[in-house]
């Protein structure tokens, strides 16, 4: 293992695919039109000397480090800003270049502090290697003012800022311009006093910076450096590996000393995130080693019970016998599970597979129950296939994006950097989304062309107005759609939309949207070239959220935006891993590849693979399973790497079917929510500890590489298999490579992805097979995915949410996150990132909050038919009157106290975005909040006992 | 299994397929979605209360989880 540091060519590669062929100090070269004459040297192996260059970036020509000679040019040209020129001589080494560059490098380290052997930048300074490049021996300069004694920044609670080191190379400001598109940064004053200042000469922590680290990632010094270095010196090795928060799948280099990790450096051949990354997988990563990790496994006779820690062997087989005692007493589908998709690829097959074969029945879901369910039913039905039609890199290609109910500044941020970037560009933007997400105007530069700000669960309604537009202003592709698409459906389908009922005059009325705006926003999306929607949880955690995805699908075909780069229907998947969960089989009614289990001929296909028989009927889905419980009929879970009793919705019931089961299996690195239910909690592995890989909302298969030894002895799908050969059902894997092997040679859109393939190309998107076998970055070019290769369109009548607003319940509350918490924040609560997000706050539109007497930091009651809970007020303009906004990541917020069981009628997906309440200020938490808090402190007691006992 | 909550989903689905013009694909649709998605208790529980009573049920509910 070495560092293996990754080259860098100071400029960014041309795309051009002319060549020009110069030489380079008496070397030939080709290399692409517009390439810099620096790169050009570097892809040679000569490196010139530079400060304001780096890879990442566009160049500056600020430093004159670079300089170089050119036969018949005058001067000496900034090699990072000259383009190369057909049959061009350059020289980068002479006496002449050589005495301007020690001069340049004088004139530096005059007024840089010499503490070389005590910097934390020792060993990895690109000013130190330039002193040494250019043989600078003396600085013959004694300034009588200097910026040495200028004050360090530690506000940051990830890196640091020390004025005194900073060269003023702007490299930091252009990275938060270019890479992360903040602009949070800017170089403030002008010849000596120019200083980078964070927003209007702030601290790091209170400016704008959204602290992705890109700026730290790009400084050439000790500037910006990482806390974590600055403590433990510079790391000895780096794995690639993938991030495990979000859908984009980061791929970033852990950066090591020994088995720790000092530092996560995104991958610059990431093919998701090309280098870049997000304030939570570059610095929230020391959840891993937390002390709330829990490394020994535990079981306990009821949740009354300490718990008492036990030998693996003594967990697994208590375990086993507790689902075979259950079976025995109560049937076959009295047991279920519960796969994970923060888990690997392989981990997720194999629980799946234990349940299946195992268990003998297909109780088996995923937490894509509450997210996503609604994309795989939506696209599976009218593309074929169910996922997201492009890769990331597509988004440089469109001339119109469509964002609906999705925050993908907050939710994506590496892909919405990207995003932004092709706004900055030009590219028209519509944004459909209840409130007032960061890109409509927050973000620097750009500026939604239309803003549909909708009520809350009118979704169909707006893409019906939005298509009958198209269809009624003859905006449809109609060589596409005859030539691509099941034309008698296609004429249902326009024979449905072109209706009264669903003109955008019609559905004004239903969605607040004026009728002007639809319209227009209708034409933009259908006449520019490439139009591509990208969506999120505000679709499809609705009603009607599986209509919803297919009047987004009914839209793109009917426009011709499928099948190419630059369009496309792309769901922004909230999990690492919530597409490669639904891809391994954890939907209760299909196998992996999403296949039916009522077919026969796939049944006795998986019959024969697993040597098990397996039953043809569906089995529960998660929230059936807590209905189930309730009645008596569904008593033992084993749950890998999900907390639904923090996530799911309508909590109190979820909490009470967690209470009425006889035995629950945990498999988490936390006592989560769901382990305060637990009568077995069997220790987890994060995903420094194991090897697999995680599929992103592209369809990328990236590795994930063990980096340390797994606290708990075991990685997850070790821990899968011994409690699948306890129970009686065989499994002999070695390593997750061979779970992978078995995938392959049963899913037939993964048929030619081996680990040996990944490590090759470094990612791989699926489909992935003999026609293509190094992936597929876009579905749908020649044909959809269906049986017969056409696009199916579907009607999509708009039915009316049941959960009203009326006098006693005014408002209505939807749910988001937020960019430095993850989800149920099992994660990020544990690291530094609370110092931007500590609480969940609730927003309320001024107007509602003085009606109620409420201002900013009240304590709020918020009042639902299913619960009630309390949060301190955020009065903001974001969101409208009459709607008001939580996220959901400290489980003592109870926001699911408040959701209501309302559910997709297609997959169940919780209707999370839309719950009627009423607020009011108040001066206590809720009944609900001290309760919990009082079954949670007893339980953490419970947890105490079992390690003072060990 | 709670029959109310049944109840609710299965006329969920015929709100759905309720825009179906023919009505045969109409019971079709919502017959073969509970069919295929539905775990066999609740489909069980279902067809005993449309038995017994089904008046909670949508008319489209009712044909379709008749050909169960």
């Keep these: 293992m070495s560092m293996n540091k990754e080259k860098d060519f100071g400029t960014p590669a041309s795309v051009a695919t002319q060549t020009i062929n110069l030489e380079i100090d008496g070397f030939k070269v080709t290399v692409p039109a517009g390439t810099s004459v620096m790169r050009a040297a570097a892809s040679i192996g000569i490196d010139i000397p530079k400060l304001c260059a780096t890879d990442s970036i566009e160049p500056f020509g600020s430093c004159r480090l670079c300089v170089v000679q050119i036969e018949g040019g005058r001067g000496m040209p900034a090699s990072c800003t000259t383009p190369v020129g057909e049959g061009m001589k350059v020289a980068t080494q002479n006496k002449k270049l050589a005495d301007v560059r020690r001069g340049v490098m004088e004139l530096y380290i005059s007024d840089h502090p010499l503490d070389c052997l005590t910097c934390s930048a020792n060993g990895d300074c690109e000013l130190q290697d330039m002193a040494g490049a250019v043989g600078l021996r003396e600085v013959r300069y004694k300034p009588v003012t200097t910026h040495l004694d200028a004050k360090k920044d530690n506000s940051n609670p990830y890196f640091s800022f020390d004025p005194s080191k900073c060269i003023v190379c702007s490299r930091c400001v252009r990275a938060c311009e270019e890479t992360q598109g903040t602009f949070a940064l800017t170089i403030d004053g002008r010849g000596f006093d120019s200083k980078v200042s964070p927003s209007q000469n702030q601290d790091f922590l209170s400016s704008e910076c959204v602290s992705c680290g890109a700026c730290v990632q790009a400084c050439p010094t000790a500037t910006l450096m990482e806390k974590s270095v600055i403590d433990h010196g510079q790391p000895e090795h780096a794995i690639v590996t993938t991030c495990a928060y979000c859908g984009v799948g980061c791929s970033f280099r852990a950066e090591m000393k020994g088995d720790q990790v000092i530092r996560m450096v995104p991958n610059k051949d990431g093919k998701a995130n090309h280098g870049h990354s997000c304030v939570k997988g570059r610095f929230a990563f020391g959840y891993a080693t937390h002390k709330d990790r829990i490394t020994k496994p535990m079981i306990r006779a009821s949740i009354k019970d300490a718990w008492q820690e036990v030998s693996w062997e003594e967990a697994i087989n208590h375990a086993a016998s507790e689902l075979r005692r259950i079976q025995a007493k109560y049937g076959k589908d009295s047991i279920g599970g519960i796969t994970s998709s923060r888990c690997t690829n392989e981990e997720t097959y194999l629980v799946q597979k234990f349940i299946r074969a195992g268990f003998g029945n297909n109780n088996v879901d995923t937490c894509a129950r509450v997210c996503h369910s609604p994309t795989g039913y939506g696209l599976k039905k009218t593309f074929g296939e169910a996922s997201g039609t492009q890769d990331f890199d597509s988004v440089m290609d469109s001339d119109v994006i469509v964002v609906i109910g999705a925050n993908p500044t907050d939710g994506h941020p590496v892909f919405a950097s990207m995003m932004k970037k092709r706004l900055r560009q030009g590219a028209k933007l519509i944004i459909v989304d209840p409130r007032e997400i960061d890109l409509v105007n927050k973000s620097p530069h750009i500026q939604a062309d239309y803003h549909l700000k909708l009520r809350p669960s009118t979704n169909v309604a707006l893409i019906n107005a939005l298509a009958y537009v198209v269809v009624t202003e003859n905006l449809v592709d109609e060589d596409f759609v005859k030539a691509r698409c099941d034309v008698a459906s296609f004429e249902k389908w326009r024979t449905f939309i072109n209706q009264e009922k669903n003109s955008p005059e019609a559905s004004a009325a239903i969605t607040g949207v004026p009728a002007a705006d639809i319209r227009a926003a209708a034409r933009l999306y259908a006449t520019e070239k490439n139009g591509a929607i990208y969506y999120g949880l505000g679709v499809t955690e609705h009603s009607q959220g599986s209509t919803m995805v297919i009047g987004i699908a009914n839209l793109a075909m009917a426009t011709g935006n499928l099948g190419r780069r630059g369009v496309g229907v792309n769901p922004l998947r909230g999990q690492n891993n919530v597409q490669g969960s639904c891809d391994m089989g954890s939907f209760p009614h299909e196998f992996p590849g999403y296949r039916n289990v009522a077919d026969p001929v796939t049944r006795a296909f998986f019959e024969d693979a697993w040597q098990a028989p397996l039953s043809g009927e569906p089995g529960l889905r998660i929230p059936n399973m807590f209905d189930a419980a309730l009645d008596g009929s569904f008593l033992g879970l084993y749950c890998e790497g999900e907390d639904i009793a923090q996530s799911d919705p309508d909590i109190k019931h979820v909490h009470a079917a967690l209470r009425a089961m006889e035995c629950v299996i945990v498999q988490d690195i936390f006592l989560n929510e769901t382990a305060k239910f637990a009568h077995v909690f069997l220790p987890g592995a994060s995903f420094l500890e194991k090897d697999g890989t995680f599929t992103n909302a592209e369809r990328r298969i990236s590795p994930v590489r063990k980096v340390m030894k797994p606290l708990a002895t075991y990685a997850d799908w070790e821990v899968t298999q011994m409690l699948s050969n306890a129970l009686g059902y065989p499994m002999n894997y070695s390593h997750p490579s061979e779970i992978m092997d078995e995938i392959a040679s049963l899913k037939p859109t993964f048929s030619h992805v081996s680990y040996q393939k990944i490590d090759e190309l470094g990612s791989v998107q699926w489909p992935c097979t003999e026609e293509a076998p190094e992936g597929t970055p876009t579905l749908h070019e020649e044909h959809f995915l269906r049986d017969n290769g056409k696009g199916l369109f579907m009607l999509t009548e708009y039915v009316a949410t049941s959960e009203k607003i009326t006098p006693m319940f005014p408002l209505i509350l939807t749910t988001g996150r937020i960019l430095s918490q993850y989800n149920v924040g099992a994660q990020t609560r544990r690291t530094e990132n609370n110092a931007w997000h500590s609480e969940d706050r609730l927003e309320i539109h001024p107007h509602d909050a003085e009606d109620r007497g409420i201002v900013d930091g009240d304590w709020v009651g918020i009042k639902s038919r299913a619960g009630e809970t309390v949060l301190r007020a955020l009065v903001t303009e974001r969101v409208q009157v009459g709607v008001v906004y939580t996220t959901f990541h400290f489980p003592e917020s109870g926001a699911n106290v408040i959701t209501t069981d309302n559910s997709d009628w297609a997959t169940n997906c919780p209707e999370y975005k839309v719950t009627a309440v009423q607020i009011a200020k108040v001066l206590a938490p809720s009944e609900w909040q001290q309760n919990y808090a009082d079954f949670s402190e007893q339980q953490l007691e419970l947890l105490e006992a079992a390690q003072h006992n060990a | ?68």
């Design chain 2, 1 to 68: 299994m709670k029959i109310e909550r049944l109840i609710t989903m299965a006329n969920d689905i015929s709100n759905y397929f309720n825009a179906e013009p023919d009505r045969k694909d109409a019971v079709a649709g919502v017959r073969n979605h509970i069919a295929h998605s539905w775990e066999p208790r609740m489909r069980k529980a279902l067809i005993e209360y449309n038995q017994q009573d089904g008046s909670e049920l949508s008319e489209l509910a009712r044909a379709a989880v008749a050909e169960l």
